[in-house]
């Protein structure tokens, strides 16, 4: 039978993480990998020169985690402007990321006055430490807009369309205080794409593993040693561990785990390919008028940010739609979105090429009340978990749960392996 110190199984961003980090200890770690690539959640496709994220994400290359475990340098990210483009019908309205400049946008006619000094009581907690804004009983969004007597029409015109930007959030039940430390990171950070698209965080990782990730490998279940390790049960036969670290989707380690699997949001990216792109702005243009407005929740002309998203001449378009609670992801036409686009943009998107679409019903975890970060990885007899569900939602949640659960097996087993 084939042996190792440590499995992880899953090679997304918290199973890279967490076998890089058990590598450099000095442990013999396989990473088993069901499909045919790294990434997980995190891909990009290269369809007729275009390069297509699977799924609308971005890189805050200024957050520290990332920071800690990527060479975010040579990922060459391409900076995202701040702020948003409120795409009324009757015209744009750029707000720029600042306080001040939603302050402007709301004395401008989008609020009443009052609605400044709630808005800015309501995001109070941003600007405090992250453990502070832990502190206290959470509620979900919309029990804190209501709280703070925030307006209906900057509620449903700014604020919803941010959360469905930020969390695919549609109905309001995201954690006020994720919502906090989102935002207090945003401060800060820099929303960024990689100049040669999302998969190149992944194929970093990956490259600088010992041990080449073993792709195509399906994992049919794990079997506890009495003490002595756990054998994973694999289509290309057993292999015995001292630990394995389980580091899927929720789903998937529900299933060999029989834990508890956070219910997840879906969502569908649409990418066009336009002769030209329809505005010279890097910045992400939102429906502010929701379902009865398009399907279209937020756009972005991703050639605009990281030009080799597309090849000479041509622009790339990558277009969102947000499932609503109890609907199934990716259910709206093709013609209803590009109609819709051509509204955001003020054109005409009937001519655009459909380069590539992507439906997921399990795009992003949703952060409910009360916030529950740095949940156990340690399970017992062997077994640990890592993900973006056992933290926080997105790459650095995922990022700081696979060094959390590395560090958790180290402790276990120790720095020196058996390989």
Same mark, same amino acid.
């Given at each position: 039978?084939?042996?190792?110190?440590?499995?992880?199984?899953?090679?997304?961003?918290?199973?890279?993480?967490?076998?890089?980090?058990?590598?450099?200890?000095?442990?013999?770690?396989?990473?088993?990998?069901?499909?045919?690539?790294?990434?997980?959640?995190?891909?990009?496709?290269?369809?007729?020169?275009?390069?297509?994220?699977?799924?609308?994400?971005?890189?805050?290359?200024?957050?520290?985690?990332?920071?800690?475990?990527?060479?975010?340098?040579?990922?060459?990210?391409?900076?995202?402007?701040?702020?948003?483009?409120?795409?009324?019908?009757?015209? &744009?309205?750029?707000?720029?990321?600042?306080?001040?400049?939603?302050?402007?946008?709301?004395?401008?006619?989008?609020?009443?006055?009052?609605?400044?000094?709630?808005?800015?009581?309501?995001?109070?907690?941003?600007?405090?430490?992250?453990?502070?804004?832990?502190?206290?009983?959470?509620?979900?969004?919309?029990?804190?807009?209501?709280?703070?007597?925030?307006?209906?029409?900057?509620?449903?015109?700014?604020?919803?369309?941010?959360?469905?930007?930020?969390?695919?959030?549609?109905?309001?039940?995201?954690? &006020?205080?994720?919502?906090?430390?989102?935002?207090?990171?945003?401060?800060?950070?820099?929303?960024?794409?990689?100049?040669?698209?999302?998969?190149?965080?992944?194929?970093?990782?990956?490259?600088?593993?010992?041990?080449?990730?073993?792709?195509?490998?399906?994992?049919?279940?794990?079997?506890?040693?009495?003490?002595?390790?756990?054998?994973?049960?694999?289509?290309?036969?057993?292999?015995?561990?001292?630990?394995?670290?389980?580091?899927?989707?929720?789903?998937?380690?529900?299933?060999?785990?029989?834990?508890?699997?956070?219910?997840?949001?879906?969502?569908?990216?649409?990418?066009?390919?336009?002769?030209?792109?329809?505005?010279?702005?890097?910045?992400?243009?939102?429906?502010?008028?929701?379902?009865?407005?398009?399907?279209?929740?937020?756009?972005?002309?991703?050639?605009?940010?990281?030009?080799?998203?597309?090849?000479?001449?041509?622009?790339?378009?990558?277009?969102?739609?947000?499932?609503?609670?109890?609907?199934?992801?990716?259910?709206?036409?093709?013609?209803?979105?590009?109609?819709?686009?051509?509204?955001?943009?003020?054109?005409?998107?009937?001519?655009?090429?459909?380069?590539?679409?992507?439906?997921?019903?399990?795009?992003?975890?949703?952060?409910?009340?009360?916030?529950?970060?740095?949940?156990?990885?340690?399970?017992?007899?062997?077994?640990?978990?890592?993900?973006?569900?056992?933290?926080?939602?997105?790459?650095?949640?995922?990022?700081?749960?696979?060094?959390?659960?590395?560090?958790?097996?180290?402790?276990?087993?120790?720095?020196?392996?058996?390989?």
């Amino acid at each position: 039978m084939d042996a190792t110190d440590v499995a992880v199984i899953g090679a997304g961003i918290a199973g890279l993480t967490c076998a890089r980090a058990l590598e450099k200890s000095g442990l013999d770690v396989r990473l088993l990998e069901r499909s045919a690539r790294v990434g997980g959640r995190v891909g990009t496709d290269v369809v007729d020169g275009f390069r297509v994220d699977r799924g609308f994400s971005w890189l805050d290359a200024q957050h520290p985690v990332v920071r800690e475990v990527a060479d975010v340098a040579a990922l060459n990210p391409r900076p995202i402007d701040r702020g948003m483009v409120l795409a009324h019908p009757e015209g &744009y309205r750029i707000l720029q990321g600042s306080q001040p400049a939603l302050i402007s946008a709301l004395r401008s006619g989008l609020g009443q006055p009052q609605d400044i000094a709630r808005l800015v009581r309501w995001s109070d907690p941003m600007r405090r430490t992250p453990d502070r804004i832990r502190q206290g009983v959470d509620v979900t969004l919309e029990e804190s807009l209501e709280s703070h007597g925030i307006g209906r029409r900057v509620r449903e015109e700014l604020l919803r369309p941010f959360f469905r930007l930020l969390f695919a959030d549609e109905d309001l039940r995201t954690s &006020y205080q994720y919502a906090m430390l989102v935002l207090h990171q945003l401060r800060t950070g820099m929303p960024a794409l990689p100049a040669l698209g999302m998969q190149s965080l992944p194929n970093q990782l990956a490259h600088d593993l010992d041990r080449p990730v073993r792709l195509g490998v399906d994992v049919l279940g794990l079997r506890r040693d009495h003490g002595t390790g756990v054998t994973v049960l694999t289509d290309e036969g057993p292999l015995s561990c001292r630990a394995v670290v389980v580091a899927t989707d929720p789903a998937t380690a529900s299933g060999l785990l029989g834990i508890g699997s956070p219910p997840m949001r879906g969502t569908a990216t649409w990418w066009f390919a336009a002769p030209q792109p329809p505005s010279t702005l890097k910045t992400v243009f939102v429906n502010p008028l929701g379902l009865a407005g398009g399907p279209v929740a937020h756009a972005l002309i991703s050639s605009n940010v990281a030009p080799r998203y597309a090849p000479p001449g041509q622009a790339l378009v990558a277009a969102v739609s947000v499932a609503p609670p109890g609907h199934d992801a990716g259910t709206e036409s093709e013609a209803d979105v590009r109609s819709h686009l051509g509204q955001l943009f003020h054109g005409d998107a009937a001519s655009w090429r459909l380069v590539a679409r992507h439906v997921s019903s399990a795009a992003w975890p949703m952060a409910r009340p009360p916030l529950l970060t740095g949940r156990e990885v340690d399970l017992g007899d062997g077994l640990f978990v890592a993900g973006d569900h056992r933290e926080v939602p997105g790459i650095p949640g995922a990022m700081s749960s696979g060094l959390r659960a590395s560090r958790a097996v180290v402790a276990e087993l120790g720095a020196v392996g058996t390989g």
